[in-house]
């Protein structure tokens, strides 16, 4: 961290200001996911990665594009949904090249609930993992005794989401 001093002069009080500024507390631009996870370093965790293709949905567009980022650095390819009726409309249209789907659960227009429903209808094997960051037990419960493979606390740790979608992709 540099410190920067301003100097400068008041024609109204003539007094002299001063002032400091902390220089490099954050990076000038955002660094890409490759640069802040180097797979070459030996430091560095390894995570389980894949390449297969996964839908993710959320209505939240900052959560979508952060988490697509993840996926995709992991190895995955991602295709993303911002209402369960795209959700399903893309199942719907690709079931044969989605071997999983990450949904959130409290969602506008249809929850996550419904979209499973209807996912089940399309095909009654597909792999979901529910995502909430809200606390909702029995709603979280009941999608889960529906055939639901997993549910995940959000926000997710690289770690955990990279952990359990390769155990959701790797069980029968």
């Not at 992991?74 to 949904?81: E, P």
């Not at 949904?103 to 399309?122: H, R, S, T, W």
């Not at 005794?145 to 955990?160: H, N, S, V």
């Amino acid at each position: 961290m540099m410190a920067d001093e301003l100097m400068t002069h008041s024609k109204k009080t003539g007094k002299d200001l001063s002032a400091q500024s902390a220089l490099e507390l954050a990076p000038s631009a955002p660094k890409p996911m490759s640069a802040i996870f180097d797979k070459a370093d030996p430091e560095e965790p390894q995570y389980p990665t894949g390449t297969e293709t996964l839908l993710f949905v959320d209505d939240e567009q900052v959560i979508l594009e952060v988490n697509r980022d993840i996926l995709e650095f992991l190895g995955y390819r991602v295709m993303t949904a911002q209402t369960g009726w795209e959700a399903v409309e893309i199942y719907r249209r690709r079931k044969d090249e989605i071997a999983l789907v990450i949904q959130d659960m409290v969602m506008p227009g249809m929850n996550g609930a419904e979209i499973f429903q209807a996912l089940k209808e399309i095909n009654p094997d597909v792999k979901v993992i529910l995502a909430s960051g809200y606390v909702m037990n029995k709603q979280i419960d009941a999608v889960m005794r529906q055939g639901c493979r997993a549910f995940m606390q959000k926000p997710f740790r690289l770690e955990d989401l990279a952990c359990k979608v390769r155990e959701i992709l790797d069980s029968p």
